[in-house]
């Protein structure tokens, strides 16, 4: 059927892509991230634990701080919800609350999962997202693909926000395949390319002495960035 071939053609693609998330475009107020994953499970266990976010969500990316709280409707108008549970104090009775962070378009079980909304503090601007989790049998079980398209007005710079929400999408990916088995190994943290060029700025500032603090801070800072030091002040 056509409306999933989207989702199918997502799939092939990323199966022949390096096991990395990746920011694969990006404009004016617009990204797209990508990223893939193999797993032992068949789909349809792959399914079932792709909807039970509780037991794989990342409790750091949570409002309540406990992922546990984190719960999925399979169905057209679904919600990809939170509860926030209620605190008692001295004199008064605590009342749950709850985030809906995403509203389910597209369930297909076994195939595909698509959702729109804004993840995170991308919730605060007016701007659009569309999920979408492709799911393939492979010889090695089950091919996962994450794809996460965002748009619109946002205060903050496109190739920053866009870094940052890539390493947590990679990061959610990489829970849920943790618990199904992984058979592909995530890249490693080292990247042949930034060692070299760590050693020709290491034999420069030896070279000239007084090397600038702020060409070694770029040397020595993380590949990725966290959402929040992308939108610093922005609450």
């Given at each position: 059927?056509?409306?999933?071939?989207f989702?199918?053609?997502?799939a092939?693609?990323a199966?022949?892509?390096?096991?990395q998330?990746?920011?694969?475009?990006?404009?004016?107020?617009?990204?797209?991230t990508?990223d893939?994953?193999?797993?032992?499970?068949?789909?349809r266990t792959?399914?079932?634990?792709?909807?039970?976010?509780?037991?794989?969500?990342?409790?750091a990316?949570?409002?309540?701080?406990?992922?546990?709280?984190m719960?999925l409707?399979p169905q057209g108008?679904?919600?990809f919800?939170?509860r926030?549970?209620?605190e008692?104090g001295?004199?008064?009775?605590?009342?749950?609350?709850s985030v809906q962070?995403?509203v389910?378009?597209n369930?297909?079980?076994?195939?595909v999962?698509?959702?729109?909304?804004g993840l995170?503090?991308?919730?605060?601007?007016?701007?659009d997202?569309?999920?979408?989790?492709?799911?393939s049998?492979?010889?090695?079980g089950?091919?996962?693909?994450?794809?996460?398209?965002?748009?619109?007005f946002?205060?903050?710079?496109?190739p920053?926000i866009a870094?940052a929400?890539?390493?947590?999408?990679?990061?959610?990916?990489?829970?849920?395949a943790?618990?199904l088995?992984?058979?592909d190994?995530?890249a490693?943290d080292?990247?042949p390319?930034?060692?070299e060029?760590s050693?020709?700025s290491?034999a420069?500032d030896a070279?000239?002495?007084d090397a600038?603090d702020?060409?070694t801070?770029?040397?020595?800072?993380p590949?990725r960035?966290s959402?929040?030091?992308?939108?610093g002040?922005?609450e």
């Amino acid at each position: 059927m056509k409306k999933f071939a989207f989702g199918a053609s997502l799939a092939a693609a990323a199966f022949a892509m390096p096991v990395q998330a990746e920011v694969v475009s990006q404009g004016n107020g617009a990204f797209v991230t990508r990223d893939s994953a193999v797993v032992e499970a068949d789909v349809r266990t792959a399914w079932l634990k792709l909807i039970a976010p509780g037991e794989w969500w990342d409790s750091a990316h949570t409002w309540s701080g406990e992922s546990e709280n984190m719960m999925l409707t399979p169905q057209g108008g679904g919600c990809f919800c939170e509860r926030i549970p209620g605190e008692d104090g001295d004199k008064r009775i605590g009342l749950d609350g709850s985030v809906q962070h995403m509203v389910v378009l597209n369930a297909a079980p076994d195939r595909v999962l698509r959702m729109r909304g804004g993840l995170g503090p991308l919730q605060s601007e007016p701007v659009d997202g569309v999920l979408t989790i492709a799911l393939s049998e492979t010889d090695e079980g089950t091919l996962i693909v994450f794809e996460y398209v965002v748009g619109g007005f946002m205060r903050f710079e496109t190739p920053v926000i866009a870094k940052a929400v890539d390493g947590v999408m990679t990061q959610q990916l990489d829970n849920l395949a943790e618990t199904l088995g992984r058979v592909d190994a995530p890249a490693p943290d080292e990247d042949p390319a930034e060692d070299e060029a760590s050693e020709e700025s290491d034999a420069g500032d030896a070279s000239d002495g007084d090397a600038s603090d702020g060409e070694t801070a770029v040397e020595e800072a993380p590949e990725r960035i966290s959402v929040d030091e992308a939108f610093g002040e922005i609450e």
